[in-house]
């Protein structure tokens, strides 16, 4: 019987468990939980498929914080490279490590990853979902907003894996999300909770909103690329003038990395309102909470 927890989707945790996975994140970030080495002589494998800037040092460092050992693995230096399977690869991962960290394509790999391990396996992004960082976006919005229920959230641009994985904590946390994008490009996972409205104009989402959302037009592994997409995304910028549609006191938000003039302009990552480099923080916090609860 599979004792083990894995963290693939926002979905994976109850509300209440996130309420928690904030107050120790925030213990963390505040000092209150120095000393703490739940980790200690354990070892965490974190297999990327993609590149990353955030995730990676964000782990690593948070693993050695808690007194483990983090190992950063590309597919292409391993036998993965060599037609060994996902399978295989993850049952011998789990008799050296006690977690997996996953940044992947196909969400299915994560999943047949978490699977076949008897290690937790936590995902740090797939082309569907990317759970730790809305992790994160939820401890800045606390933070911010000092509470979730009833905050309206816009999120603009393209309906990618964080919009997704957005969605889902919308969903679990009691707040409203509109999202605004462009034809073809509305976020996959459907819902019917209500809290989720789907609209093609940005203005309409930021109209009235608390926080304002955006990420890149193309994702890693994205097909379609170049200009004739960026202009079917150009009304979907974060700019001054869409800000003045949103409440004075709202807060932006981006997962970053950024392409400023494009899904967002420099004055306003650059404004008094950007919270985004305490997000980019926040990701190691969270992230550590949640190695506490789920690596054994
Ligand atoms: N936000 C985020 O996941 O960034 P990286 O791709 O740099 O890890
Ligand atoms: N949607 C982006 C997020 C990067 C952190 C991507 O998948 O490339």
Known sequence: ?????????IKDFTAAEIASLMERAADFKNGKAVGNKPL??????????KTSTRTRISFEVG???LGGQPLY????ESQLSRD????????VFSRYLNGIVIRTFEHKIAAEFAECSSVPVINGLTDTHHPCQIL????TIKEKKGQFKGIKIAYIGDGNNVANSLIEAAVLMDMSLTVASPEGYEPALKDTSGRITIVRDPKEAAAGADVLYTDVWVSMGDKEDGEEKRLKFAAYQINDALMSYAKPDCTVLHCLPAHRGEEITDSVIEGPQSAVFDQAE???HTQKAVLEMLIK
């Open 84 to 91: 060994e399977t996902i399978a295989d690869t993850a049952r």
């Open 282 to 284: 926040n990701r190691l």
């Open 73 to 76: 693995i590309r597919p292409g």
């Open 136 to 139: 994160a976006d939820l401890m």
């Open 40 to 49: 200690l002589g354990r070892s965490i494998g974190m297999l990327f498929y």
């Open 1 to 9: 019987m599979k004792t083990k927890r894995d963290f693939l989707t």
């Open 63 to 65: 693993i050695y914080q």
